[in-house]
């Protein structure tokens, strides 16, 4: 079991940026790491994941978020720009087994750890 503990999450105003981090305490490059986001009253979607070798982004972040990771640190960062308030949601980390299609499907179901979240608030 990983544990994982996300910070960075804030208020801000539409066009702005923010940094979430995610620190994990195992060795993040043995697993697929995503973020997934949960607004009020709607499902956990997943936006962003890495994995060896690879990225994937939703539609809705693809060209304006970022995720990357320090393994030295073992923390995976997701780097967020041009924030609309559509971007208003939980903002959770995941680790998931160190399989490309774990990354690439990101559904919440193939993900077994979960940190507690961090808010981002986005007004107009």
């Known amino acids: 079991q990983v544990q994982l503990v996300e910070s960075g999450g804030a208020s801000v105003q539409a066009g702005g940026s923010l940094r979430l981090s995610c620190t994990a305490s195992a060795n993040t490059s043995e697993h697929c790491m995503a973020w997934f986001r949960q607004a009020p009253g709607k499902d956990r979607v997943g936006i962003a994941s890495?994995?060896?070798?690879?990225?994937w982004y939703a539609d809705s972040v693809q060209g304006r978020f970022t995720i990357s990771q320090d393994n030295a640190k073992n923390t995976v960062s997701l780097q967020m720009n041009s924030l609309i308030p559509e971007d208003t949601a939980m903002y959770y980390c995941?680790?998931?087994?160190?399989?490309?299609?774990?990354?690439?499907?990101?559904?919440?179901?193939?993900?077994?750890?979960w940190g507690q979240g961090t808010q981002v608030t986005v007004s107009p």
């Open positions: 890495l994995y060896t070798g690879g990225t």
């Open positions: 995941a680790a998931g087994p160190s399989r490309p299609y774990v990354c690439g499907i990101m559904h919440r179901t193939g993900f077994s750890d």
